[in-house]
């Protein structure tokens, strides 16, 4: 196939390399043509590096590099093009001018893909005397690297190129997902539901950065925390994909913007690329202050109540393994520890709910976490040399084992990894119940382009859609906030026994299509 790809920055670079190392010509070009030689001098010097690391053979360098080819014009005759894809500036105006004069230089049988990563498709095609003929075709950078290709067809794309872009991106070794022409399309779109809760817990003053990052990657098992990933995103990048999107969605409550964001982002605090963030960067750059040592009574005797339910036990059993002194019958001794292992609520609702003592009663996060980290709960009426001596005692391991680390957070509905995971499988159930990409599409596109661990419809499944409901039901009557008002998905899926990954009967499938004309 030929392509042209008009753009020669970040994005066209990596996918001219991308399509000509899966064998297609490729013309790059650019209203710059310095940039085109910058960018072929940047692909060249890839090559060369993947030749040095044995990824390559110096001939498949070879004849990759000869199907680049540099166009002085972007808008030169081209009657063997057969796909372009446009990768210039965020802009409507400039995309639909590039389309505009491509369609009077090219055949009417080339297929038109723009990259846009936030404009609606459907207005950039609205330029086209023929809009049929465009699509989305929305790469992550770095293009060869990441694994994950959006294609979204406009209100007026045929039919037929979807189908055929899925062909030419998965012939080219990627993996598509074919998305609803919304805002933010998929991946931009899931990844909300983590950094806008996250935003929300630091707003609340449930932890800080640095205790929402360590519950996220040793909780859930993420790489990057999310305080982490906006610091190399770019705070004024994920800002401005929050406020899109949100008012995309006529300011639908679960995608709602936090204030900390437009201060930080004026005052230039960016993340790494201006050297300040959430976090410091640089070789001034003071190091990370370690965790607060443990240094309470691990031997303190504590009761474990009730008010957990199912995850009473569980604690009870693993405190008990790793050597604590874990107090039975109906109540507290005088100066047991309690402990509360929450799900949705909070501790100060168990303490006035229960009659437990302020001063001695915390909450542990019940829910399994990958890495050996617990996170402790403390309300405003704590006693700090009680709380010292709850964290104590919740680090114990089993003999052998490594103590674990433990995290103190303000008390709130739920704690901070419940929050984020609701969060998480909140925004891509409502994904899914819009049908703006299907389930598979959905964990597919945000394991290859977020770096999960595993989708948020399989991750809810793991947890089970009844439990999954049961937290949205209790963090919503706990808080009153709508933003935690359980989705039409999950409740569907909890009360008829389905996974949340089921895509489920739909009324098309119950009816016979139309018979032949």
């Not at 294609?151 to 997902?177: M, S, W």
């Not at 009870?316 to 604590?324: E, F, N, P």
Request: hydrophobic share 45%.
């Amino acid at each position: 196939m030929r392509i042209r790809i008009v753009g020669a920055g970040a994005m066209g670079r990596g996918i001219a390399q991308w399509a000509a190392t899966a064998g297609h010509t490729v013309e790059l070009c650019d209203v710059r043509p310095q940039a085109v030689t910058e960018a072929l001098d940047f692909v060249r010097s890839m090559l060369e590096r993947a030749v040095q690391k044995g990824r390559l053979s110096a001939e498949d360098r070879d004849a990759t590099a000869a199907r680049l080819v540099p166009l002085d014009d972007p808008w030169a005759d081209g009657p063997d093009v057969e796909l372009v894809v446009e990768a210039v500036r965020e802009d409507l105006d400039t995309k639909t001018e590039v389309f505009g004069r491509l369609e009077r230089a090219l055949p009417a049988t080339a297929v038109f893909a723009t990259n846009t990563s936030s404009l609606s498709v459907t207005r950039i095609a609205a330029g086209l005397k023929d809009p049929g003929r465009l699509a989305g075709l929305h790469f992550f950078n770095p293009v060869p690297l990441m694994r994950i290709v959006e294609i979204v067809p406009g209100a007026a794309t045929r039919a037929d190129i979807p189908p055929a872009l899925t062909a030419f991106v998965e012939g080219c070794g990627h993996r598509a997902v074919t998305v609803a022409d919304t805002p933010g399309f998929l991946v931009n779109h899931a990844g909300r539901g983590l950094v806008t809760e996250a935003l929300a817990l630091l707003e609340e003053g449930v932890g800080t950065p640095e205790d929402i990052d360590r519950i996220a990657r040793d909780v859930l098992g993420l790489r990057m925390g999310p305080f982490e990933l906006m610091d190399l995103t770019g705070l004024d990048v994920t800002a401005a994909v929050i406020d899109s999107i949100w008012q995309g969605f006529r300011h639908a409550d679960r995608l709602r913007p936090s204030y900390l964001t437009p201060n930080r982002v004026a005052a230039g605090l960016h993340g790494r690329k201006t050297g300040r963030g959430w976090y410091a960067y640089g070789p001034q750059a003071p190091a990370p202050a370690p965790e607060p040592p443990v240094t309470g009574d691990p031997d303190r005797p504590v009761f474990v109540h009730a008010a957990g339910g199912r995850d009473a036990d569980a604690l009870r059993m693993a405190l008990t393994a790793a050597g604590a002194v874990v107090e039975t019958g109906d109540g507290p001794s005088a100066d047991a520890l309690v402990l509360v292992p929450v799900w949705g609520t909070s501790v100060a609702g168990a303490v006035a709910g229960h009659g437990l003592p302020a001063a001695r009663t915390f909450g542990v996060d019940p829910l399994p976490a990958v890495g050996r980290r617990r996170v402790l709960a403390v309300t405003p009426a704590a006693d700090p040399a009680a709380a010292r001596d709850a964290r104590a005692v919740l680090a114990r391991s089993a003999e052998g084992e490594e103590p674990r680390a433990v995290s103190v957070v303000r008390d709130t509905a739920g704690s901070v990894a419940q929050r984020l995971l609701a969060s998480i499988v909140s925004v891509a159930a409502g994904i899914a119940e819009r049908s703006i990409a299907s389930p598979g599409d959905i964990d597919l596109a945000v394991t290859a382009g977020l770096g999960y661990p595993v989708g948020p419809l399989a991750w809810g499944d793991r947890v089970g859609a009844g439990r999954m409901l049961e937290l949205h039901r209790a963090l919503h009557r706990t808080t009153d906030d709508p933003r935690h008002r359980p989705s039409r998905w999950v409740t569907e899926r909890a009360l008829l026994g389905l996974s949340l990954t089921d895509p489920g009967t739909s009324p098309a499938d119950c009816v016979d299509g139309p018979g032949p004309s």
